[in-house]
Nanobody, 117 residues
Framework: EEKLVESGGGLVQTGGSLRLSCAAS????????IGWFRQVPGKEREGVSC????????HYASSVQGRFTVSSDNAKNTVYLQMDNLKPEDTAVYYCHAENVYAHDYWGQGTQVTVSS
């Protein structure tokens, strides 16, 4: 069974840090782009960052560039999102997503990140 499990969310003060983890199982991790998305109630889900396991490339939304760092540990089938200098507007449910070139994709269940002002 294909599965993505996020962890590491929580409550942090403005300027603080969190590290999210996305543990994958049941599919060929190395062949997938792993993305982080976030969603606030009443708004559309937005892309935050992604790590392409096929070539090591990364991408960041302009709103998190310079504050967030995405990385991948292929031995553990896990992608991390290091979030530094957090702001209240980063508060959201963060989701992990995996997709390959054949458009096979999977979503995690989400983890809540709350940044207090």
């Amino acid at each position: 069974e294909e599965k993505l499990v996020e962890s590491g969310g929580g409550l942090v003060q403005t300027g603080g840090s969190l590290r999210l983890s996305c543990a994958a199982s049941g599919f060929a991790f190395d062949d997938y782009v792993i993305g982080w998305f976030r969603q606030v109630p009443g708004k559309e889900r937005e892309g935050v960052s992604c790590f392409d396991n096929t070539n090591g490339r990364t991408h960041y939304a302009s709103s998190v560039q310079g504050r967030f760092t995405v990385s991948s540990d292929n031995a553990k089938n896990t992608v991390y999102l290091q979030m530094d200098n957090l702001k209240p507007e980063d508060t959201a449910v963060y989701y992990c997503h995996a997709e390959n070139v054949y458009a096979h994709d999977y979503w995690g269940q989400g983890t809540q990140v709350t940044v207090s002002s």
